[in-house]
Nanobody
């Protein structure tokens, strides 16, 4: 079993930056692909970014592309989401998720096996 815990959320002004962390328990984490999703009030949960098991491949949704960077440190069982140039449309609860498949272009929430509880990101204008 894998448990995921997100941190690093908070309140930031438009144009600012945040770095989210997803810390995992269990040695299996280094064999899982990891993704970040977000869900704004009244909206469906949407894919943000994913990183492969090795960390050598990444995949992004169109909206955050060029502004967000996903990375992982398997020695620390942690995945990061660096978010720059934030705007109010980025306001949401951000979730970390992991899956056994290394197909990171499969972006539906149902493709993922494990989920964290989420961390709130609020961007003020």
């Amino acid at each position: 079993q894998v448990q995921l815990v997100e941190s690093g959320g908070g309140l930031v002004q438009a144009g600012g930056s945040l770095r989210l962390s997803c810390a995992a328990s269990g040695r299996a984490f280094s064999r899982l692909a990891v993704g970040w999703f977000r869900q704004a009030p009244g909206k469906v949960r949407e894919f943000v970014a994913a990183v492969s098991v090795s960390g050598g491949r990444t995949y992004y949704a169109d909206s955050p592309k060029g502004r967000f960077t996903i990375s992982r440190d398997n020695a620390k069982n942690t995945v990061y989401l660096q978010m720059n140039s934030l705007n109010p449309e980025d306001t949401a609860v951000y979730y970390c998720a992991a899956k056994h498949s290394d197909i990171i272009t499969a972006v539906r929430p149902g493709n993922y096996n494990y989920w964290g509880q989420g961390t709130q990101v609020t961007v003020s204008s």
